[in-house]
């Protein structure tokens, strides 16, 4: 299972971080990370981490620069650090693990991945 939260309503300009919680398997194991969805817009891959740092981690340009995602292995939990936000970012994001971050940037339904989570809104607006 995974557990996101940390969203919310801030400015443009401000800051959230995202946290998704995973239990029921060994988190190590795969990689983790978030897509978002915005009304009326296509599912988008944000941000993916490999299982291993070997793994290049993956960033949508749209987020480059501005989001960090890192995980800490101790709490099984994943991090979405989200600074200079702007109107473009207000969506539903929402963690998903899989076996590598390939799927990030593609359009596999959500059945495909190993575990998909709930979503937590996030609305940037002044």
């Known amino acids: 299972q995974l557990q996101a939260s940390g969203g919310g309503q801030v400015q443009p300009g401000g800051s959230l971080r995202l946290s998704c919680a995973a239990s029921g398997f060994t988190f190590r194991d795969y990689a983790i990370g978030w897509f978002r969805q915005a009304p009326g817009k296509e599912r988008e891959g944000v941000s993916c981490?490999?299982?291993?740092?070997?793994?290049?981690?993956y960033y949508a340009e749209s987020v480059k620069g501005r989001f960090t995602i890192s995980r800490d292995a101790s709490k099984n939990t994943v991090f979405l650090q989200m600074d200079s936000l702007n109107v473009e970012d207000t969506a539903v994001y929402y963690c998903?693990?899989?076996?590598?971050?390939?799927?990030?940037?593609?359009?596999?339904?959500?059945?495909?991945?190993?575990?998909w989570g709930q979503g937590t809104l996030v609305t940037v607006s002044s």
């Open positions: 981490l490999g299982s291993s740092t070997r793994y290049p981690t």
């Open positions: 998903a693990t899989d076996i590598w971050c390939d799927r990030w940037s593609g359009s596999a339904p959500e059945s495909d991945f190993h575990s």
